[in-house]
């Protein structure tokens, strides 16, 4: 992309993402004007309607922002990192290691919002290692690290589903955790979990240079006197904290991490400084917009976010994966 169009790019996306967060917190079972929104989130605080936008939607519009722009960041630094155009937190294990976390949590008594999010970290982390180990180990190659995530992720649902049988409490939480969504999002929930995801945001983005350095390989990376290893393992424990405290608020929501980054990289390329901006901002309009598409479309019912999503993201998988070999992009002869 040519440099000059970048800042009008960004600067639109942002706009549109603002508008879609707008569209959410006026539009439900009870629709707001734009007169009435405002007036009600700065004017007229004391009415039942405010208490509807400050304690139900405004909330839920936050969740899905925050949990957008993490899970597409998370997505795309694993694909960096890994070097691979599949990885994503939901198909290497990383959102079912935070499920699993959470579910621990849960089953252990522990309901805090910081509790919940730091055993989501600690899941998703453990996820990381396993596979970040796996592909060292035994010099995988790109496409059966995607098989090794796979794997993981079934072995992290099964102790998830297992805590779940022992503990019925949790085998409640669970029927809606594991398909994703912020019907029940609160700020107890939300606000430990956005102190995650923008601490690690800000860390991400002074990084953008390392970042290049260390997708291009361990012996172009110590050429340029970079230190590969440990940086790998930073944006590693950064992947975690955004898609572990994302999960722990939002479930396990699907194929964010793999459709937004690849979707931004075709208009941006991979340059880090022009890319993450633009990932997480994509990703949290494209959440956002799902979000108040599914509650409007039925309402007065509501389809989870994570549905829609799935029935998405499985077919886009499912064409990416054929346009890979062994992972990477098929060249034509």
């Known amino acids: ?7 009008l790019l960004l600067t639109g996306s942002i706009f549109l993402c603002f508008l879609i967060a707008l569209t959410s917190l006026m539009l439900g079972v009870i629709h707001f004007t734009p007169a009435e929104l405002f007036r009600y989130l700065f004017s007229d605080t004391n009415a039942p309607e405010a208490n509807i936008l400050f304690y139900a939607r405004l909330p839920r519009t936050l969740a899905a922002l925050l949990s ?7 997505g795309g630094i694993l694909q960096n990192v890994l070097a691979n155009p599949l990885a994503s937190p ?3 294990g990383v959102n079912a290691g935070a499920g699993f976390g959470v579910t621990l949590c849960c089953a252990l008594g522990f309901v805090s919002g910081w509790a919940m999010s730091a055993f989501a970290f600690f899941g998703s982390l453990l996820a990381v290692i396993c596979i970040s180990l796996f592909a060292k180990k035994i010099s995988a190659s790109k496409s059966t690290v995607i098989l090794g995530g796979i794997a993981l992720n079934s072995i992290l649902n099964a102790c998830s589903e297992s805590v779940a049988v022992l503990d019925p409490d949790v ?3 669970k029927s809606e955790f594991r398909i994703g969504g912020f019907s029940a999002v609160s700020y107890t929930r939300l606000l430990p979990a956005a102190c995650m995801i923008l601490i690690a945001m800000l860390l991400l983005f ?3 240079h390392e970042l290049d350095v260390v997708s291009l390989g361990d012996e ?7 230190s590969a ?10 992947s975690a904290l955004l898609a572990g405290a994302a999960v722990s608020f939002s479930g396990l929501l699907g194929f964010v991490g793999l459709i937004v980054p690849h979707f931004v990289r ?4 991979n340059e880090s400084k022009k890319f993450l901006p633009m990932a997480a901002v994509a990703g949290a309009g494209f959440v956002c917009l799902c979000d108040t598409l599914t509650r409007v479309i039925f309402a007065p019912y509501e389809l989870p976010v994570g549905i829609p999503m799935a029935l998405l993201g499985g077919p886009c998988f499912a064409v990416l994966l054929m346009q890979t070999k062994g992972g990477k992009r098929r060249c034509s002869k």
């Open 206 to 208: 002074t990084l953008f």
């Open 220 to 226: 172009t990376a110590v050429g340029l006197g970079l």
């Open 229 to 238: 290893k440990k940086y790998r393992a930073l944006f590693l424990i950064l």
């Open 266 to 269: 075709k208009l941006t390329g």
């Open 1 to 7: 992309m040519k440099r000059k169009w970048y800042p």
């Open 171 to 173: 085998a409640m939480l």
């Open 68 to 74: 957008g722009a993490a899970l597409a960041l998370a």
């Open 90 to 92: 939901n198909v290497v």
